[in-house]
């Protein structure tokens, strides 16, 4: 879920910074199509997601609560033990414990008064090797599990400007962008679509702003170190990044939610690039959900982003078809596109530290590909079993099979050899 952020060569050794994106919480594995469709909210009161893991509000508020998920995964790949494009799901054929995320969550009910609640969330796993904010807890564990920080924020809601009023995040916070998240009760598949993977931010330390200008409109704001840094002297390039954006809700005959964002500002490391503070990354992004009926939803994103200190662009576009057959059962399709015109986005790490050392812009075993246009249709199910699903338990098993091609010729997968790759993979869910 990450965003390539400079590269250069050397010894066998690639220096790249490198960064990532989504919506982080703990919740149920997705109890209807409807849920698990939701885009993120970037308010500053918790998303859908957030206040689910919230609990039923207690009587005069909302009250703290406490939730632990599980997810342990494989991923087969016949033809090689690394998943290129991959970050979560890097390593084939081996079973991975992807992560224990824990969360205790106050949210605020966006009254008519002040209100003050807080987010934090720690991960343990394989996962956090992808997620990680350079200046927290990144150099506690270097092995293939490790620790990380997603949330640690104070939420305040305040009654001014309009009736719905602005709401203030403040600390570290997910990315604003996208449809996909860390959380992965929270998406539709294990794997990552390439837009998810490749072009997205994914946390950030700084404040958010959210005016709820009408119950169909809220305009976004922020300001933040940078993606994946904290301020100060261990920010990879010393200047500040921001958001800009809104989100349209309840449209259509409260069918359609569309999220717009932009988010622009440095991005690279000083010790890659010398004019690293002053050269602008500009990340763009829009999500559109669609209720078709009450068992369907369709999903479309479409991204573009502009390193002007790397000279490099790339862009590209994901669909979703989600189907809620039953109670214990859905169907997802998921089919996506990017091109990477310099070949400068598109990678896979090739050690459980490189990710944070690209950010940090010091050598970094990276494997990259030639310029490439990359296509990828992924279809999976989610059984959720009745049997060991209730009030305080919730469990699903998601299989699914994955196919990637370059569409124009090159071969960036299997090491260079191949031009497709196939995966067939898994994971499981246990949420508490």
Request: net charge neutral; hydrophobic share 40%.
């Amino acid at each position: 879920m990450k965003t390539l952020l400079s590269l250069t060569f050397g010894a066998g050794l690639a220096m790249v910074c490198a960064t990532p994106s989504a919506a982080q919480a703990m919740v149920e594995p997705d109890q209807s199509t409807v849920d698990q469709t939701l885009p993120r909210t970037p308010a500053a009161v918790p998303s859908a997601v957030e206040a689910r893991a919230a609990g039923a509000p207690s009587e005069g508020g909302v009250s703290t609560s406490y939730a632990l998920q599980f997810e342990g995964s494989i991923a087969v790949n016949p033809a090689s033990d690394l998943n290129f494009g991959q970050e979560f799901a890097d390593r084939a054929n081996r079973p991975l414990f992807n992560q224990m995320l824990g969360t205790i969550t106050r949210p605020v009910a966006g009254g008519p008064h002040t209100e003050i609640g807080f987010n934090l969330q720690a991960l343990f796993g394989t996962d956090a090797r992808y997620s990680p904010t350079i200046g927290l807890f990144d150099r506690m564990l270097t092995g293939r599990y490790q620790f990380i920080l997603t949330q640690a924020n104070v939420v305040v809601h305040t009654p001014v400007l309009t009736p719905g009023g602005v709401d203030l995040k403040l600390g570290l916070s997910p990315g604003l962008m996208g449809y996909e998240g860390l959380d992965p009760s929270a998406r539709p598949f294990y794997t990552l679509s390439y837009v998810t993977n490749y072009l997205l931010a994914f946390q950030t330390v700084g404040a958010i702003a959210t005016v709820h200008v009408s119950p169909k409109l809220d305009i976004i704001t922020g300001i933040d170190a940078g993606n994946e840094v904290i301020p100060g002297r261990l920010d990879n390039n010393g200047a500040a990044a921001g958001y800009l954006g809104i989100s349209m809700n309840h449209l259509a005959d409260d069918r359609l939610t569309v999220l717009a964002m932009t988010r622009f500002g440095p991005e690279n490391s000083r010790l890659v690039l010398s004019n690293a503070n002053r050269a602008m990354r500009w990340w763009n992004d829009v999500t559109a959900t669609y209720k078709l009926s009450e068992h369907m939803t369709i999903v479309g994103e479409a991204n573009y982003l502009r390193d002007d200190g790397l000279k490099a662009e790339a862009y590209g576009a994901t669909a979703y078809v989600l189907h809620g057959i039953d109670a214990q059962w859905s169907a997802n399709l998921r089919v996506d596109a990017v091109r990477d015109p310099q070949g400068m986005f598109v990678v896979t790490y090739g050690s459980d530290t490189a990710f944070a050392s690209a950010i940090r812009g010091v050598p970094a075993l990276i494997y990259t590909a030639p310029p490439t246009t990359y296509g990828a249709v992924t279809a999976g199910v989610s059984y959720r079993p009745a049997a060991l699903n209730g009030r305080r338990v919730a469990v699903a098993l998601r299989p699914e099979i994955r196919y990637d091609r370059s569409l124009n010729g090159t071969r960036p997968f299997d090491g260079r050899a191949r031009r497709d790759q196939w995966l067939g993979s898994m994971d499981l869910i246990v949420g508490f």
